[in-house]
């Protein structure tokens, strides 16, 4: 049991977006995806310096190198993991977080597993990305839970989760399968604007009420087998 508000961040390696002390340690594609975080937010300082609310090189990310094992971790306060990079995998099975969380603009260089966990308020997972496999499957998102632009470069595993509040999913980038099949949304599902360049599993799913698509691509077949709609699919 952790017990109060947890940074995570402040236990990584601390740099400045900017630097470049840390940046051997990066794999090649990760390395990439840095320099693309640095250009977006110099372009937003630069268009308005109101949107980013700190000057670019003020900004810190936080590293970490070896696996992050929370398996089984009670947090009873908020979490923050916002622009934070896992460069080994993070192990959060059957954690429970009771107060919001924050993985927004996360970078998971390996694998980010959270199976069987349970967030009790909101989940943030904003702009984040998934290089290698993403588990949630029979995650419980109680509060709802907020992917909006983040990206998933191999299969995404949201299989059985259950979201009692809003999920929002909107504008993601699923470069490999989504699998969510067997989930149950008790609010509104908004995947409007995402692109899925592989096939979208959502057979057995639930949508209690809105199931929102508008403005989405689709390469593959979207597979819906058994899948129960209560409300009306945009």
Known sequence: IIKGEFFGTELGLRAPLYGDALLPLFPPQEREQLQRDRSRLLRLSQLSRSLVGVAPESVQIAVFKAPVKLVQTRFTGSVHFNNTFFLDRLEAMGATFVNNDDLSEARFSQSALFYSSIFADSAEFRGSIFFEKSGFNRVLFQQGVNFQKSRFKTTGNFNQVNVSGTG????????????????????????SRAKFTESLFLTETTFEKLASFREARFSKPVNLRGARIRDRLA
Do not use: I, P, Y
């Open 168 to 191: 929002n999913f909107s504008r993601t980038l699923w470069e490999n399968n989504a699998d969510f099949s067997g989930s149950q949304w008790q609010d509104r599902a908004l995947f």
